[in-house]
């Protein structure tokens, strides 16, 4: 995945750039590369976001379907993880396009301003795209367990006899 790359890289750079405690050598520089992991992040999300809503719906109704014994533990919490992440994202996604809206009427908003907006929506981003970065496989994993279990059939209700029908319109 994107943002496993992302993290990853993320990760060799603090390491390299960091003293043994975790503090930045260069404070100015190892911020500047987290504003650039954070909007890499974001970016690598937006695919996924067009479509997370339904991929959560869709996992949520495969896992009714899915024997007990076939199901992880975790993947009902994964989910609710996921949700609440992908709830929090949308938020912050309509909260800086009221900025950028706002740069385009009357309320001119400031090259400045509107970069800083970008930043710290891409920051307070972070912790639930990592949400979507290390559970989101939990999706696969339920569509991949829904693919091999057996098909349930569901049997039609029988039509209903006359004297049902003729009794259903006497009430009616």
């Not at 959560?56 to 896992?63: E, G, I, K, W």
């Not at 996604?93 to 740069?103: I, L, M, T």
Request: hydrophobic residues 40%; glycine residues 2%.
């Amino acid at each position: 995945m994107e943002s496993e790359a992302i993290l990853a890289a993320w990760d060799a750079y603090s390491d390299k750039h960091t003293d043994a405690d975790g503090w930045p050598y260069d404070e100015v520089t190892y911020g500047w590369r987290m504003v650039q992991r954070d909007a890499e992040t974001w970016r690598a999300f937006q695919p996924v976001r067009t479509c997370a809503r339904q991929l959560l719906s869709t996992a949520a109704v495969q896992l009714q379907h899915i024997n007990a014994g076939d199901i992880a533990p975790h993947w009902a919490s994964h989910l609710r993880e996921l949700t609440q992440a992908l709830e929090r994202l949308e938020a912050l996604r309509s909260e800086h396009d009221k900025v950028r809206e706002a740069r385009r009427t009357s309320e001119p908003v400031s090259q400045e301003a509107f970069v800083d907006s970008l930043a710290e929506r891409n920051e307070e981003a972070w912790s639930h795209l990592d949400t979507w970065a290390a559970k989101g496989r939990t999706l696969l994993d339920i569509h991949a367990v829904a693919l091999k279990a057996p098909v349930r059939w569901i049997r039609a209700a029988p039509a209903p006899t006359a004297a049902a029908v003729r009794r259903a319109a006497r009430r009616g």
